[in-house]
């Protein structure tokens, strides 16, 4: 009898045998195994920023030397000024002050003052032209007489002797005011005095003029007797020292 050759199983799509003579299934290969499942996922690249931030930098420096290009250049200006001009601020004094009357109550105050004040303008180049200048004396904290100066001009170079009348006739007291201090020295009859001036100014250097700006002049250091008779006394004001600032309105707020 002959023998029958049989075929030896065929081997599987996937390239192995077939189990016990049966072939697996094939399938189509996955993407995975057309381009090799081993290669790592595509990530995107964040977009670069080291053109932009630069960009920032040169514009910050810029800024930078910019201001500081400014700055000099004030300051160059303000040494020039200060070179050529030599400006300095007016100053005044208290010549003299008399008290032909004084009387207080718990709610009001009557009082009558003559008053002296020299203003000086050193400069030789600057002119300063005054506005209406009210005047008022204090005395522990509270307002004893208000009186005002007409407006003048301060010419380069020149003295001014400025008069007033200052007082209260039966003016009554801020509620909010604390008198005892005042009531104190009208007792032993010797009142310490503080003299404010408030004014607007304008300054003149060569032919330009500037706006005007608030200031006040505050003279302390001067005391006076309370006159018993109708004699008036005159003020000690050899110790009375003025100073002159000015008021910078910002917003609300004045300085």
């Known amino acids: 009898m002959t023998d029958r050759v049989y075929p ?17 299934p094939t399938f189509p290969a996955t993407k995975a195994q057309l381009y090799n499942a081993n290669r790592p996922a595509y990530r995107p690249r964040p977009p670069r ?12 420096l810029w800024t930078t030397l910019l201001i500081i290009l400014l700055l000099l250049l004030a300051a160059a200006a303000a040494a020039v000024f200060y070179v050529v001009y030599r400006p300095q601020r007016p100053s005044f004094s208290v010549s003299s002050l008399q008290l032909a009357r004084f009387n207080l109550t718990d709610t009001a105050v009557t009082s009558a003052f003559n008053a002296t004040i020299i203003a000086r303008n050193r400069n030789s180049d600057i002119a300063f032209f005054y506005d209406k200048t009210s005047i008022r004396i204090l005395s522990g904290g509270v307002d004893i007489g208000d009186g005002s100066i007409a407006a003048f001009a301060h010419g380069k170079r020149n003295v001014t002797t400025l008069r007033a009348s200052i007082g209260s006739s039966n003016s009554p007291i801020d509620a909010a ?25 304008k300054v003149k250097i060569g032919k330009i003029k500037t706006k005007k700006v608030e200031i006040r002049v505050t003279c302390e250091g001067i005391r006076i007797t309370i006159p018993s008779g109708k004699t008036a006394s005159l003020a000690t004001t050899s110790k009375a020292k003025c100073k002159v600032d000015p008021r910078i309105k910002i917003i609300k707020w004045t300085f």
């Not at 030896?8 to 697996?24: M, R």
């Not at 005011?177 to 100014?201: E, G, M, W």
Request: aromatic share 0%.
């Open 177 to 201: 005011a604390d008198t005892t201090a005042l009531k104190s020295s009208v007792k032993s009859r010797n009142l310490p005095l503080k003299i404010q001036l408030d004014t607007k100014v």
């Open 49 to 60: 920023r080291g053109h932009r931030r630069s960009c920032c930098c040169s514009i910050c």
């Open 8 to 24: 030896a199983a065929k081997p599987t799509a996937n390239g192995g045998p077939a189990a016990n003579g049966v072939a697996k």
